[in-house]
C-alpha cells in the first residue's frame, strides 16, 4: 500500500502503551502502526523528539454563534482550539436564539461545515418545553446530546426544579450533561455579593448551592435510571458524592479549576470570574486527588470569552466566563511537567474518556480505522503563554505571563495538518462528530 503521509520516529501514547512508532494515513483514516517504510508514503513528517497523541478532544466550549458574534465565532473559536492542539468540540446551546430544537441545531452545524477548522458536535438544550422530545434531538446529526442547566443560565435554558429534570432525564437516552449549581440557594444569597469585590462571586456561589445541585442531579439519576455528565465540578464536597454514583454519573474538571485559586482574584480580578467560582485552594487540593483516584473521566475547558470591555466592567455587572480552549492543552501538560498529571492519563481524560463517555464513532484512539486524528506535543518545550498568541476573538487569557512546559506542535484532523509549529496549514474543513449511538439504522 501506498500511503499518504506517514509520520516517523514519534512517541505514540496509546491504549496499548507508549513507545516508539510510526503511523500511517490513508485517505484520512489510520491505516497502519509500527516501523513503516518510508519509500510507501506520498509525505513523511519526521518527529523525532516529539509524542504524538491521540487527538484532543473539548467537551465543553462556548463559542457564542449565533447571537454574540463580537466576543466570538465558530470560526475564530475553532481556529483558537487548532491552534491548541485540539482536534474536536462540543459546542453548548446558549446562543440566539437558543439550541433547542432541530431546526436550530441544523442551522448550526451548516454554520459549523467547511467553516469550522475543527470537528465539532453541538449540545441541545433540554427544556421545559422540549422535555418530551430529547431523545428525538439527542440523535439528529451533530447533536453531542442534551445539556442542562440547574444554575443561572439564559432565559428557559433553566430547569431549577427536580420535576423539570426529573421529565427530561426520564426521556433522554444518551448521556446528558448538567451545569449543577442550586438556583433556589442562588437567588437567596444573591446579598452576598459585593459590588466592586469579584472576590465575592465565591461567597455568593457557595460550595452548598453546588453541593445541594449535585445531591438532587444523582438522586434523579438513579431514580430514572438516566447516565449524566456533571460538568465543571469545583467543590471538595462533591467528589465523594459523585464517587458513589458513578454507575450513572460522569465527572468534568476545568484546567482552571486545576490550576488557579481564590489567591488569584487580586490579580485577575473579573477575569477570573467563571460559573462555577474558582474556589480557594483546599477544593482544588480534592479535585486533583478525583483524578488521581479515577472519579475524574475528563477534562472540559468551558471556553466562555467575553471582550474586555465586558470583562472591566465593575462586578457583579461583569459576566462570568473566560477563555479556555486554546490553552487546555500546554495548561495540563505542564501538569503532567510537573508530577501532577501522567501523560496516560491526559490522554485517557481528553480522548479516550469523551470516546468511551459519549459513544464518538471512529475517534478517541490511535488504532487502524479510526479517524487520522493527532495532537503531536513537544514535552521538553519550555514556552510563555501570552495575549498575543489567542486566536480567539477575545484577544485575552487568564494564563497570560505562565510559562509552561510542554507546548503543542501539530494537530492533524482526517489526516491533514491543520496547524504545524503556529502557523494555519489548511483551510477549514471540519465535520461533524459522528457518535455511535445515533448511527441511522438501514
Known amino acids: 500500500m501506498v500511503f499518504d503521509k506517514v509520520f516517523r520516529n514519534a512517541v505514540v501514547v496509546n491504549q496499548d502503551g507508549t513507545g516508539v512508532?510510526?503511523?500511517?494515513?490513508?485517505?484520512?483514516?489510520?491505516?497502519?502502526?509500527?516501523?513503516?517504510?518510508?519509500?510507501?508514503?506520498?509525505?513523511?513528517?519526521?518527529?523525532?523528539?516529539?509524542?504524538?497523541?491521540?487527538?484532543?478532544?473539548?467537551?465543553?466550549?462556548?463559542?457564542?454563534?449565533p447571537g454574540a458574534e463580537h466576543k466570538e465565532d465558530l470560526e475564530s473559536g475553532s481556529l483558537a482550539a487548532v491552534m491548541g492542539g485540539v482536534t474536536a468540540v462540543f459546542e453548548m446551546p446558549n446562543t440566539n436564539p437558543l439550541t433547542t430544537s432541530e431546526a436550530a441545531l441544523a442551522d448550526k452545524v451548516a454554520r459549523g461545515r467547511h467553516r469550522m477548522h475543527c470537528d465539532f458536535a453541538f449540545w441541545v438544550g433540554g427544556t421545559r418545553d422540549n422535555a418530551d422530545s430529547v431523545a428525538e434531538l439527542e440523535r439528529l446529526p451533530g447533536a453531542a446530546g442534551i445539556k442542562v442547566f440547574m444554575g443561572s443560565s439564559t432565559g428557559d435554558l433553566l430547569v431549577e426544579d427536580d420535576e423539570g429534570v426529573r421529565r427530561i432525564l426520564s426521556n433522554v437516552r444518551r448521556r446528558a450533561a448538567f451545569h449543577s449549581e442550586d438556583e433556589f440557594r442562588l437567588r437567596d444569597r444573591l446579598g452576598e455579593r459585593v459590588p466592586g469585590d469579584p472576590a465575592s462571586h465565591p461567597v455568593w456561589r457557595d460550595e452548598e448551592a453546588a453541593v445541594l445541585s449535585t445531591t438532587r442531579l444523582l438522586a434523579l439519576a438513579e431514580e430514572t435510571g438516566a447516565r449524566i455528565h456533571v460538568l465543571h465540578v469545583s467543590t471538595a464536597e462533591e467528589v465523594p458524592i459523585l464517587a458513589r454514583?458513578?454507575?450513572?454519573?460522569?465527572?468534568?474538571?476545568?484546567?482552571?479549576?486545576?490550576?488557579?485559586?481564590?489567591?488569584?482574584?487580586?490579580?485577575?480580578?473579573?477575569?477570573?470570574?467563571?460559573?462555577?467560582?474558582?474556589?480557594?485552594?483546599?477544593?482544588?487540593?480534592?479535585?486533583?486527588q478525583a483524578i488521581s483516584s479515577g472519579i475524574a473521566d475528563v477534562f472540559g475547558s468551558d471556553h466562555a470569552p467575553h471582550s474586555r470591555a465586558?470583562?472591566?466592567?465593575?462586578?457583579?455587572?461583569?459576566?462570568?466566563?473566560?477563555?479556555?480552549?486554546?490553552?487546555?492543552?500546554?495548561?495540563?501538560?505542564?501538569?503532567?511537567?510537573?508530577?501532577?498529571?501522567?501523560?496516560?492519563?491526559?490522554?485517557?481524560?481528553?480522548?479516550?474518556?469523551?470516546?468511551?463517555?459519549?459513544?464518538?464513532?471512529?475517534?478517541?484512539?490511535?488504532?487502524?480505522?479510526?479517524?487520522?486524528d493527532l495532537t503531536v506535543v513537544d514535552l521538553k518545550r519550555q514556552t510563555e503563554i501570552t495575549d498575543d498568541w489567542i486566536a480567539s476573538k477575545c484577544g485575552w487569557t487568564p494564563y497570560a505571563g505562565m510559562t509552561v512546559m510542554g507546548w503543542p506542535v501539530g494537530t492533524v484532523i482526517r489526516g491533514r495538518k491543520v496547524m504545524w509549529e503556529g502557523e494555519l496549514q489548511a483551510a477549514s474543513l471540519g465535520e461533524p462528530v459522528v457518535f455511535s449511538e445515533a448511527l441511522p439504522r438501514r
Request: hydrophobic share 40%.
Open 21 to 65: 512508532r510510526d503511523i500511517a494515513i490513508k485517505d484520512g483514516k489510520i491505516a497502519a502502526i509500527g516501523s513503516i517504510d518510508a519509500a510507501s508514503a506520498g509525505t513523511v513528517i519526521d518527529c523525532t523528539g516529539l509524542h504524538i497523541l491521540p487527538g484532543v478532544m473539548d467537551t465543553q466550549v462556548h463559542f457564542r454563534e
Open 310 to 372: 465586558e470583562k472591566d466592567k465593575p462586578y457583579p455587572e461583569s459576566p462570568s466566563g473566560m477563555p479556555g480552549v486554546q490553552t487546555l492543552v500546554p495548561v495540563m501538560l505542564d501538569h503532567v511537567a510537573r508530577g501532577r498529571l501522567s501523560l496516560e492519563r491526559f490522554v485517557d481524560m481528553t480522548s479516550a474518556g469523551p470516546q468511551r463517555l459519549f459513544g464518538i464513532a471512529g475517534k478517541g484512539r490511535i488504532a487502524v480505522g479510526y479517524d487520522a
Open 245 to 288: 454514583c458513578k454507575n450513572h454519573a460522569s465527572v468534568e474538571l476545568t484546567p482552571h479549576h486545576l490550576t488557579l485559586s481564590a489567591d488569584d482574584y487580586e490579580r485577575l480580578g473579573t477575569y477570573l470570574q467563571m460559573n462555577p467560582p474558582v474556589r480557594d485552594k483546599r477544593h482544588r487540593a480534592v479535585l486533583w
